[in-house]
């Protein structure tokens, strides 16, 4: 074989490229639709990798100028790299067709190649197989499109051809997306103590419009990946094991015959700009951690843990934060919803939102200190919260009067009070505070009426239970959590 003839075989001409796109994307989709849990197809496993050795300029940029599109951006990456890997698979094979003359030698390197790299990628045998007969299908369908002898015919069948697969490729993310089954949270056993609980809640919430009450009306959601595992009741269990005396493991029905507690917790993100939305309240129910930590017996020079999760999350932070912490399987009087973390999570009390890890699998006692997944790429989201007073609500009535509140939160340390200035900081007045929960990691509500008379500059801050005024110096969420007084500018013209 000559080198032109070489060359040409590997070239792809533009309905060979439609024909292998559409059979990439047809590939990432039936891995989806084939995947019992969502976490385990390929085009989650392609996240992952990006996501995992993205170099830092791009990691900041993401951080930096991105922010909430962060998560989108890399699903669409994802999904375009995949598509582009799966569907080069299939152009081998057209290549192979083309030099052998064999159609049975493209379709088994097309497939060998496209189940292969998915099984490398670490995806079920079944997701794998998915994946492949797309691949496999794009020499076949390219022979097809190529062999008529007509223009117009040609042109029928390529697009016959590409409808199909792209066909293929919508009917497998409907079937995917249904079959990621919502597991629709049920009520717990212990309603009726819950439904006293948030009544309570609900009779202490002051009345803020623009803003949720002491338990959120919506629960933000943070997660590394775009994917939520499927894990099942029955399927869970955590283990607590490395240094320690003895493993222990629990599994739910374990987790249940231990005693049942119900905790309102506050919880923050790290990445919470300072007057943001990622800062929510609600009822957990659950178990505390203390006993099963015991019963394993921690050792280890660094007193420090390693917790993991079914999405391979992982975080280390000091095992004395965990000798305070919390299983819930329980939210608001439900079940756990699955992007909350079900069938089980962690709460610890007081710390930023990354440590409470959701579908806990294991915790794992250190000999020496680690770094968990934020941490290795620059956050400090490990230790307590720092102290905020949102301005969440302002409304300006007709009669001069003007309505200013919102949540305050400061971890254990909790709330005493929440200052008002209407004057840009010169003068302070205590807001109205609503009746505190039960619990000590719980936020509180604050509100303040005053006259207007033109523009106001509004800050707010909260005092702690220890007198601590909360400090005014401003720092970004990056990396340790956002600090300093909320301003609004209230009134002006009218
Ligand atoms: N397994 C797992 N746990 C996780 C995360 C995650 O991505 N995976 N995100 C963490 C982060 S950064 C935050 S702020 C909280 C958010 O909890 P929520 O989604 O229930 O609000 O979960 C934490 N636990
Ligand atoms: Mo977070």
Known sequence: MNASRFRSGLRANA??????TAGGLAAVAASFAAAGDPTAFVGAAVEAVIRDTAPEPVVEFVRSDLRDLAAPTLLATAVVAATALFGLFGLAGVAVDRRTGRLSAGVAVAAVLGGGVSALLGVGVLPAIAAAVPVALVPVTARATDAPATVSKRRRTLLGSVGGLLGLAGASTV?????????????????AETETLLSTADERSLDLAGTTGLVS??????????FDPTVEQDDWSLRVTGEVEEDVTVDFEGLQA?????????????????????????????????DLVEEAGPQGNCECVRLRAA????????????????????????????????????LIPGHWGEINVKWVTEIEVLDRDAEGYWEKRGWHGTGPVETVAKIESVVERDDGTVRVGGHAYAGTRGVSAVEVSTDGGDTWTEATLSESLPDDDVWRMWAHEFET????????????????????????????GATGWVSRTVGGER
Request: glycine share 10%.
């Open 15 to 20: 309905p060979e490229l439609g024909i292998a």
């Open 175 to 191: 079937l995917g997306t249904q079959r990621r089954g919502r597991i629709d949270p049920e009520p717990l056993d212990e309603a």
């Open 217 to 226: 009306d919506s629960f933000y959601e943070v997660d590394y990946s775009n």
């Open 311 to 346: 999405d391979d999350y992982y975080q280390v932070f000091p095992l004395s934060a965990l000798r305070n912490g919390f299983l819930a399987y329980g939210m608001n009087g439900m079940e756990l919803p699955k992007g909350h973390g079900h069938p089980v999570r962690v």
């Open 453 to 480: 008379d033109g523009t106001h500059e509004v800050l707010a801050r909260a005092v702690e239970d220890d007198g601590t005024v909360q400090p005014r110096e401003e720092s970004e969420a990056y990396p340790s």
């Open 258 to 290: 231990m005693p049942t507690e119900h905790r309102f917790a506050t919880l923050r993100c790290v990445s919470d700009p300072l007057n943001g939305d990622k800062m929510d309240n609600a009822l957990w129910t659950g178990t505390p951690l203390a």
